[in-house]
Nanobody, 128 residues
Framework: QVQLVESGGGLVQAGGSLSLSCVASRRTLSRHVMGWLRQALGKEREFVAA????????YYADSVKGRFTIFRDNAKNTVNLQMNSLKPEDTAVYYC?????????????????????WGQGTQVTVSS
């Protein structure tokens, strides 16, 4: 079982930046592919970014590619999402998630259904 706690959300103007942080309870975070997903009001939860167990690989949704960066520090049990050039359509609740399956070191999980451990979410609102 992995408990995840996100922080760093808030209100920002379009074009601005926010940095989200996720702290995991498990000291062996390197066992898990980690991801960030989001859910806008009235929409389904969607994939944003994922990073492999040791950070060798990462993957981004087309909508955030070039603007968002995911990175992790297994020694500190943290996974972060740096969001730049934010747009109003980025407004959503952002969730940190962990894939429970022990994956290869270059694998990244792109489907929401691959994640079983979720944080409580943090609201990001981008005003136009």
């Amino acid at each position: 079982q992995v408990q995840l706690v996100e922080s760093g959300g808030g209100l920002v103007q379009a074009g601005g930046s926010l940095s989200l942080s996720c702290v995991a309870s498990r000291r062996t975070l390197s066992r898990h592919v980690m991801g960030w997903l989001r859910q806008a009001l009235g929409k389904e939860r969607e994939f944003v970014a994922a990073i492999s167990r040791y950070g060798y690989s990462s993957y981004y949704a087309d909508s955030v590619k070039g603007r968002f960066t995911i990175f992790r520090d297994n020694a500190k049990n943290t996974v972060n999402l740096q969001m730049n050039s934010l747009k109003p359509e980025d407004t959503a609740v952002y969730y940190c998630a962990a894939d429970p399956t022990y994956r290869s070191t270059t694998y990244y999980s792109k489907m929401p259904t691959e994640y079983d451990y979720w944080g409580q979410g943090t609201q990001v609102t981008v005003s136009s």
